[in-house]
């Protein structure tokens, strides 16, 4: 289990019956992990079951070595998820979020991280809107931040490029590498064969008759001509 942070053998996924065939997957540190797969495929189901939002139908699904329990402390403190629900406080501002998210996991410098996560997600023009006066994209980019702005070994990402401009999604597609780099991990389902190729290390395809693993190249074959 050395370095294995997500290991799951024969998981089936779904509601009440699985979405697609059983998953085998490892996520090791410094891995980047693009899940890929045609609309409807599965890949958000995978994702809210790794972090026990749904239970697994069958099979095994261990995060850290230990069976999954997503309300651990040591759960909490590894894993920032951004599943695109964007559930925000209607009364609080986007630097009052970041700066909660960072108080909440213990930042040292959360008036630092929090003006530096606002700076590199473009939202100093935002800082002190509610989330009700903000764009769709900026919105997305407030989710992103807070899960930038917190520790963690490993994030879990659906679609993250969803809504954002080019600008955002390429410095996304940087912090990516960075992440990989540092010794992090990510699990993400993405339809963008530029991220997936920028920062994937490897690929799991969901279909409805197989899963296969495969590398970054030949998923980003998959994205483009086969889905
Ligand atoms: N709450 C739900 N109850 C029942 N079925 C659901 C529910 N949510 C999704 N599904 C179904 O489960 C299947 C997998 O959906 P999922 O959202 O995991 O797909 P996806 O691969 O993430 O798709 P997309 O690329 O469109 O985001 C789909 O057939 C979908 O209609």
Redesign the pocket.
């Known amino acids: 289990m050395d370095g294995v942070l997500l290991e799951v053998d024969g998981l089936e996924v779904?509601?009440g019956l699985p979405?697609c065939p059983p998953i085998d997957l490892r996520v090791g540190a410094g891995e980047v992990v693009a899940v890929i797969?045609?609309?409807?495929?599965?890949?958000?189901?995978?994702l809210r079951t790794v972090v026990g939002l749904l239970e697994p139908l069958n099979g095994r699904l261990q995060m850290f070595g230990a069976d999954l329990d997503e309300r651990s402390t040591g759960f909490r403190a590894a894993v920032a998820a951004e599943l695109g629900d964007e559930a925000f406080f209607p009364t609080l501002t986007v630097r009052e979020h970041l700066l909660l998210t960072c108080y909440g996991h213990g930042v040292d410098d959360p008036d630092g991280v929090t003006d530096y996560q606002i700076e590199v997600f473009g939202l100093t023009e935002r800082a002190n809107a509610l989330p009700s006066a903000l764009s769709s994209g900026q919105r997305r980019r407030l989710a992103l931040a807070a899960a930038f702005a917190r520790p963690r070994s490993l994030m879990i990402l659906d679609?993250p490029e969803q809504r954002l401009d080019a600008t955002i999604r390429g410095a996304l597609g940087g912090w990516l590498v960075e992440e990989r780099e540092a010794g992090g991990s990510v699990l993400m389902?993405t339809?963008d064969p530029e991220l997936l190729i920028r920062t994937a290390t490897k690929v799991l395809v969901?279909s409805d008759d197989e899963i296969r693993l495969v590398g970054p190249e030949r998923g980003v074959e998959i994205i483009r001509h086969e889905l």
């Open positions: 779904g509601y979405v797969g045609s609309n409807g495929s599965g890949k958000s189901t995978l679609e389902a339809h969901i």
